[in-house]
């Protein structure tokens, strides 16, 4: 496994190379070039470093590598990735401005606040790529063994059960009302903590500020194989390859939590018919590579490949699902 | 000592002349990024990450970090030089190092930030090797209601920050407060001060503030007072005397330990430490009354603590995998394109890779103290530089930079107005160091506090049970009454401060 890691890659510039060889040769006099002509640009709302961003790189590496044309990944954020996602739709939809789509800007958002700056259709979707799974945590030395126990716990003593969000209306605001709401638990008793991001939510769990919380796997990872927190349940239809030994939400008696972070990537309005099929084969290769996905999973991403028609249902009807939630929580805007 | 076993083996895969190259590599392109205004560490990172699809996973990340440390020595280059930080921390910088600067002593302040940088930088380092681990987990300990302390006692130094006028600062580090509050209510998502816009409701960006506060501002000064360089004086000596350092020597170690302990706090941002850095050398100095008038202990502290604090941050990323800053960010997600999934098990798993890492930083500061120094020659000179070429030049990086943060020119727009608040404040005798130490504590703060209060069902009891809170606060308070029963004695002390 290693060995790849750790092998330089010259392939891709060798790549580059032979590619802008050859097409000088073939295509000179030709007046259409095949898409992509140029350098790609796939723009995040986020900053560097986040859930959106790693799996932006993910499919700019792939992209870059196959189509020996760099595809590279531009940072915009401001205004919960807002900003970014006005700025593309406004792009000129030849496909070389992309962006990285995800829950935060598209279904959550539009179920959470009622006067976004743009509509959800305004988006040309492309394909569904990535899912980054709920997993329910407590501190490594909780009392908690199962998700039942802490719902028993939360429900017996509301008023010093305390849980970590990483944000207001992040996907652990649905995730961890969603399962208070399920256990019975008395929710507006609970002390509920807003952190700025996904990690000091849990550090502070892991350092015992709080006693619960419902992340993203590619958050929660490293500290749970560290053991300096502990997993309860992950909300997929399967256990994850990293913890074989954590159950299901199903498998830990809570079938209906449903709370899925995931990206994806979309371009402005009326982006040729070509260039979204060009990109949503590629990304359909991608979800079969071995070694993207490999990749994917050091990065604690489940690649689900969805083609635009199918990406765009999805986002309905995520909509539907976060839209009642998100009334009931008190978040919406 | 096994970590020294492990260090020496690192320090064998560091020495590679692939690995050296790099170190280098990073570290001069850090110094660059440091020296530009508003182009900072994160998006040096950022711009270069692209090359970790060609490039082994270790000179890769020697590479990057050596980006991050090498920024905070190239930042306090135009702090001192034009009184423009070129990155955050170097903000508390400029009050010192400004001054001497026109007293025609930028060479020993130019020396002295690199010295001090690299001295708290490698102690720093000698932390990170040692302790890393278990240092990680008392960090994790501090929780919200300790950040809070550590605010209140941060927020003791606008106070002393404030100069002639006890009011004026105050005034500018309400404004400061202000400034920091426009955006979305971080515990309810309540949109304050926002104007129905989306860009003021992503917040008003720092970058962009502290261009347009001190690099517009000290053009728009400049022009007016019709400058013909930053300094006429003749340049002296470049290099500090033996007396410089012996003075210096205190205010070092000092900041080295306060730098190393905030820092490891992954809630604490290093902005903020360089300014408690340089209050308790303003304290303990013997040459107190010098300070904000180009005390050279003035620029070795606040240099000491960022660098402290650059070296104390791989602590919990590494051993946590929690980044304390937006460029550690950036670096993390370096690292996980590698699958190097730093936390607990990095250290186990791949002894390799975080040992000659580690070992390429004690050989980057080295890079870094031996290209700074002969640099300072030709750093000093640039104040002579005739401001008729120096203030288009100023004015061109501080747009780059603001517009780089976000890449939006809306930020441009905030540097301007900032750049026009700036001088105003300073012709009317505003200080905007206050401001800048409210913008940086205020949203830390804020967040901190309200956290607290959830953790208890809205009580603030645990201000006052968590005794390390409870200390802190106490001792935030104490310095305040302080530095206002100082300020009532000695009012002379503080004339020409701020």
Partial sequence: ?333 | MDALNHLLAGFGEALTWQNLLFALFGTVLGTLVGVLPGVGPTSGIAILLPLTAFLPPTPAIIMLAAIYYGAMYGGSTTAILVNIPGEVASVVTTLDGYQMARQGRAGPALAIAAISSFVAGTLGLVGLTFFAPALADLALRVGPPEYFGLVVLAFSVVVSLSGASLLKGLAAGALGILVALVGLDPQSGVRRFSLGTAELLGGIDFIAVIVGLFAIAEVLLAVERRAAAVSLAPIGRLMPSWADIKRCTGAMLRSTGIGFALGMLPGCTPGAISFVAYDVERRVSPSRAQFGQGAIEGVAAPEGANNATTSAGFVPLLALGLPSTPALAVLLSGLQIYGLQPGPLLFEKQPAFVWAVIASMYIGNVMLLVLNLPLVGLWARLVHVPYAVMGPMILVFSVVGAFSVRNTLFDVGVAVAFGVIGYVMTRLGYPTAPMVLALILTPLGESALRQTLSMAGGSPVLLATRPLAALFIVIGVALTAWSLVARRKRPEAFESTG
């Fill in chain 1, 1 to 333: 496994m290693m060995r790849s890691v750790f092998r330089p890659r010259v392939a891709p510039v060798a790549a580059v190379v032979a590619a802008l060889v050859f097409q000088m040769m073939l295509l000179a006099p030709a007046s259409a070039q095949e898409y992509p002509t140029r350098q790609i640009e796939i723009v995040v709302g986020f900053a560097p470093g986040g859930g959106a961003d790693v799996a932006a790189r993910l499919i700019s590496g792939y992209a870059s590598k196959k189509w020996g044309k760099p595809v590279t990944v531009v940072n915009q954020p401001g205004a919960s990735g807002m900003t970014a996602t006005r700025q593309v739709i406004n792009a000129r939809p030849d496909g070389h401005t992309l962006f990285l789509d995800v829950h935060a800007v598209s279904s959550m958002l539009f179920a959470s606040q009622s006067d976004v700056p743009y509509r959800m259709e305004d988006k040309t979707p492309i394909a569904l790529v990535t899912f980054d799974p709920v997993i329910y945590t407590v501190k490594a030395d909780s009392p908690w063994k199962t998700l039942k126990e802490v719902a028993e716990a939360a429900k017996a003593n509301p008023k010093s059960f305390r849980y970590g969000l990483g944000g207001v209306a992040a996907v652990a605001a649905f995730s961890v009302s969603q399962f208070l709401h399920a256990a019975g638990v008395p929710v507006p008793e609970t002390n509920k903590v807003v952190f700025a991001g996904g990690a000091p939510a849990l550090a502070a769990l892991a350092g015992g500020h709080v006693d619960f919380a419902g992340q993203q796997w590619s958050e929660a990872a490293p500290l749970i194989l560290g053991k300096k927190i502990r997993a309860l349940a992950v909300v997929h239809p399967t256990r994850l390859p990293t913890f074989p030994d954590v159950p299901t939400a199903k498998e830990a008696g809570f079938p209906e939590l449903n709370v899925v972070g995931w990206q994806g990537l979309s371009g402005p309005p009326k982006l040729p018919a070509n260039v979204v099929a060009k990109w949503s084969a590629l990304l359909e290769a991608a979800s079969k590579d071995p070694e993207f996905l490999q990749q994917a999973e050091k990065v604690y991403k489940v690649i689900v490949h969805k083609g635009p028609e199918a990406f765009w249902q999805f986002q309905q009807e995520e909509l539907k699902k976060y839209l009642p939630m998100a009334t009931q929580i008190g978040i919406r805007k």
